[in-house]
Structures are given as structure tokens and as C-alpha cells.
T-cell receptor
Framework: DTGVSQDPRHKITKRGQNVTFRCDPI?????LYWYRQTLGQGPEFLTY????????KSRLLSDRFSAERPKGSFSTLEIQRTEQGDSAMYLC???????????????FGDGTRLSIL | DQQVKQNSPSLSVQEGRISILNCDYT??????FLWYKKYPAEGPTFLIS?????DKNEDGRFTVFLNKSAKHLSLHIVPSQPGDSAVYFC??????????FGTGTRLKVLA
């Protein structure tokens, strides 16, 4: 059983550059989430997909951020014109939503740590 | 406004004793609560959850208690083991997919 996979694990880039992260959820999971976590804080919700549809974006997600899940499987999170404040751990999680299945927890990947120089 | 609060940033417990981690919330619309454990350089790992219609859920050494009137959630670990040393996050859900996490409690189990 493969869990949620994120790539890369670490990304160091200069301010102003664009970065893209990838998340491969657990295969049968139809829900996918992106979170951001900074030191001493819990994960903060960024955005949510049900299959390929992006159903909600947090106001934390400025217009420099974009996320896609083109075929309802893997997802990408892109940050354009990175800023110092973008330095954080970016976590992806997935879960299964299915009628009659009851509450299903989110399962997280190990995250991508972004450092902006 | 922090809707889910973990007021103890750290906790130390002797091996074999009970660990009790606490979480308070403010939003009465939360309908599902979860606990996650996080080791350094790894993502959070799901531990145990509870629906708002229950007041207790048990899984092995882990028990979660929910007191809706007090808007309080707790995780009991009995007996505590050194491998339980990690950061523990509580999370609450409202709507069908919106999860709010606390800031975490670092548990250290002393051998």
C-alpha cells in the first residue's frame, strides 16, 4: 500500500523564482488537499479538490499560487514569483469520500520543504 | 481567531504512565475530530478520530474523549512508550471537507 507521495522533499530557490510541487495521493482517494505548515503551527488549509474540481481556495492562497488536479489523480501546486514569506512546509493529504463509507480521515504525505533565499 | 487550541505546547510523561493531551475548540459546527502524530521530517500520521455524535472512541492504547458541552477533546495514551514521543495535533472538521488544526503538543515519554 503506497501512501501519499510528494516530490520534491526539499526545494531551495531564490526569491522571485517559480516553483512547482507534485502530490500523488492514495490511488482510490477522490479528495485531495494542500496545506501549509510553518514552525510552531499546525497545518493551514490552502485548497481542496474533489476529483478534478477545485472546490475551495483559502484566502491564504494569493494569486501567485495555483493548484491543479488535471485528471483527478495527481496534483500540482505552483508558486510564482516566490517571496521570503513563502518559506514553509507544503503538505498534501488525501481521503476517500464515498456514500455510506462514513467519516474517512485524511492521510498526509511527508511534505515539500520550501526555502526561499 | 484560533478555532482549535492546544494550550500545552509540551508534555513530559514517564514510560508506562498515562499521557493526556488536550484540545479545546470554539466552533459548535465541528462534526468530526481527529488526532495526528508527527515525527520530525515526516508528515502527520492519522491516529484516531471521533464523530461528534459519540463521546469516546478507543483503539488499542489510544482513547479519544469528546465533551461537546465543554467543547473539549482529549487523547489518552496508556501505557505511554518512548516511541510515542512526537508532536500531536488535534484537528476538527466542519462542512464536509474543511479541517482546522491546532498548533500541536510535543509529547516526550521518558524511559
Amino acid at each position: 500500500d503506497t501512501g501519499v507521495s510528494q516530490d520534491p522533499r526539499h526545494k531551495i530557490t531564490k526569491r522571485g523564482q517559480n516553483v512547482t510541487f507534485r502530490c500523488d495521493p492514495i490511488s482510490e482517494h477522490n479528495r485531495l488537499y494542500w496545506y501549509r505548515q510553518t514552525l510552531g503551527q499546525g497545518p493551514e488549509f490552502l485548497t481542496y479538490f474533489q476529483n478534478e474540481a477545485q472546490l475551495e481556495k483559502s484566502r491564504l492562497l494569493s494569486d501567485r499560487f495555483s493548484a491543479e488536479r488535471p485528471k483527478g489523480s495527481f496534483s500540482t501546486l505552483e508558486i510564482q514569483r516566490t517571496e521570503q514569506g513563502d518559506s514553509a512546509m507544503y503538505l498534501c493529504a488525501s481521503s476517500l469520500a464515498r456514500g455510506g463509507a462514513g467519516n474517512q480521515p485524511q492521510h498526509f504525505g511527508d511534505g515539500t520543504r520550501l526555502s526561499i533565499l | 481567531d484560533q478555532q482549535v487550541k492546544q494550550n500545552s505546547p509540551s508534555l513530559s510523561v514517564q514510560e508506562g504512565r498515562i499521557s493526556i493531551l488536550n484540545c479545546d475548540y470554539t466552533n459548535s459546527m465541528f462534526d468530526y475530530f481527529l488526532w495526528y502524530k508527527k515525527y520530525p521530517a515526516e508528515g502527520p500520521t492519522f491516529l484516531i478520530s471521533i464523530s461528534s455524535i459519540k463521546d469516546k472512541n478507543e483503539d488499542g492504547r489510544f482513547t479519544v474523549f469528546l465533551n461537546k458541552s465543554a467543547k473539549h477533546l482529549s487523547l489518552h495514551i496508556v501505557p505511554s512508550q518512548p516511541g510515542d514521543s512526537a508532536v500531536y495535533f488535534c484537528a476538527a472538521r466542519w462542512g464536509t471537507y474543511k479541517y482546522i488544526f491546532g498548533t500541536g503538543t510535543r509529547l516526550k515519554v521518558l524511559a
